[in-house]
């Protein structure tokens, strides 16, 4: 008896909704209709601005071109990660914000560090000695 | 009686006190699988140096700016967006214990996924017909490699979601269900992330040169 009212309880808590923190058995946090629909808004703008700048020639600079880019792809990615993905900074416990920014140190030294590195190699190797390319 | 309860509830109530501060998720199966995400996340970071380092080493054949499609590249990405919102109304129908739409919009989302593969698998025989294969050049090679694991993500998703519907079918909104589909939902946004890179990283700025 006391079950069935324990039950309707929780739902309406979880209608209420933060984020499912109470729920007991909708263990991921999920949104509603109006956040997938204000994340696709968004997905879609921040895809066709970047299609639209590289494909209409707006911007003659390529490293301004390519800084503007990178950066709004990195907001899309931010969108798709609050809006899709329902990122919060409490959700598991904070454990997932912990992994995921420990993930982007990682992804941020092996991008950066490899380029860094590869390019100064290659800025330093690129002069080849003329007699080397003619030996044998 | 009510003495007796509220001395058994002394020290229960700072349990839940304690419960409530570090809060332990009851199901790690999330948890865990945003951990896997992750590391399929520098999975793809690899990739992505790869072609940082090596996407301008054209070995005197085509670059990107002669081969990309961007047409083509819009499309697959309009697909594999609206296959992410599509899923989003398969959680969303899920929640509120709609069984049947769910399955049609898990459908929607999976007939979108196998769009952007056909489009995909498209562009890479087209590629590899013009003599623009993986063993063209450096640039090839890492371009392959990058897009064609993020297309085999999509493939396998695709097969965990056709196998999710069925599972679905047989046994209808349950628990494990459930969790299930909350996995497949965090894969897919997850992908849907990844091309974002892929596009802005790979397309879009593979073409600037």
């Known amino acids: ?136 | 009686m009510s003495n007796t309860h509220t001395i058994a509830a002394g020290p229960r109530t700072s349990e839940s006190f304690y419960l409530k501060e570090e809060h332990h998720p009851e199901n790690g199966t999330m948890l865990g699988f945003w951990l896997y995400l992750m590391s399929d996340c520098l999975l793809f970071a690899m990739l992505f140096a790869a072609y940082g380092v090596l996407g301008r080493n054209y070995a005197a054949g085509p670059s990107g700016a002669d081969l990309f499609d961007l047409k083509l590249v819009a499309i697959n990405t309009a697909f594999l967006l609206l296959s992410s919102i599509t899923y989003g109304f398969a959680m969303l129908s899920m929640y509120s214990k709609k069984l049947g739409k769910t399955l049609f919009w898990l459908g929607v989302t999976g007939i979108f996924g196998l769009a952007f593969l056909s489009l995909e698998i498209y562009e890479f025989v087209h590629l590899i017909h013009e003599g623009a294969g993986p063993q063209r050049s450096a640039f090839l090679t890492s371009f392959f490699a990058l897009v064609g694991t993020h297309g085999l993500h999509v493939t396998f998703g695709s097969i965990w979601l056709v196998t999710l519907m069925f599972q679905l079918k047989k046994h209808g909104i349950t628990f494990e269900n459930k969790r299930r589909m909350s996995c497949l939902s965090m894969f897919w946004h997850f992908l849907d992330v990844v091309w974002i890179g892929v596009f802005t990283f790979v397309y879009l700025m593979g073409t600037l040169v």
């Open chain 1, 1 to 136: 008896m006391s079950n069935p009212n324990h039950n309707t309880g929780h739902e309406t808590h979880a209608h209420h909704g933060d984020h499912g923190d109470h729920g007991h058995h909708d263990d991921a946090p999920h949104g509603s209709l109006y956040d997938y629909v204000v994340g696709f808004v968004l997905s879609v703008i921040l895809t066709a601005i970047p299609f639209w700048l590289v494909m209409g020639k707006v911007i003659d600079d390529k490293t301004v071109l390519s800084l503007v880019l990178l950066g709004i792809g990195a907001v899309q990615i931010v969108v798709h990660m609050v809006y899709f993905l329902h990122m919060t900074p409490k959700s598991e416990g904070g454990w997932n914000m912990m992994a995921l920014l420990f993930t982007l140190v990682l992804v941020v030294i092996t991008m950066a560090g490899s380029m860094w590195v590869m390019f100064h190699l290659n800025t330093n190797m690129m002069p080849m000695p003329v007699n080397m390319n003619s030996m044998p």
